[in-house]
Nanobody, 126 residues
């Protein structure tokens, strides 16, 4: 099993910045292929925000956050970060990280991901 714990959420004004973290433990983390960040706003479908391939560090971003968000990983700390800049009200939601051991790491709704954290709330106000 893999345990994922998110932290760093909070409230921020539009235009501000926030960094959320995802700490992984358990299992053989070397067998994980990617970790992704997903978000869900009330009444909306869960959507992929960004993912990172753990071996190469290659990132993938949703069009809505490209240029504003940066995903990175620290393999020694077993932690993946999502730095969010120029935040907009529409970025508000519960942010979840998820990990997948297989080669399938799409940035969709996250249905393919095997392990999930409990989420951290991000609220952007005007």
């Amino acid at each position: 099993q893999v345990q994922l714990v998110e932290s760093g959420g909070g409230s921020v004004q539009a235009g501000g910045s926030l960094t959320v973290s995802c700490a992984a433990s358990g299992y053989n983390l070397d067998l994980l292929n990617c970790i992704g960040w997903f978000r869900q706003a009330p009444g909306k479908e869960r959507e992929g925000v960004a993912l990172i391939y753990l071996s190469s560090g290659a990132p993938v971003y949703a069009a809505s956050v490209k240029g504003r968000f940066t995903i990175s990983r620290d393999n020694a700390k077993r932690t993946v970060y999502l730095q969010m800049n120029s935040l907009k009200q529409e970025d508000t939601g519960m942010y979840y990280c998820a990990a997948e051991p297989s080669w399938r790491c799409p940035l969709g709704h996250g249905d393919e991901y095997k392990f999930w954290g409990q989420g951290t709330q991000v609220t952007v106000s005007s």
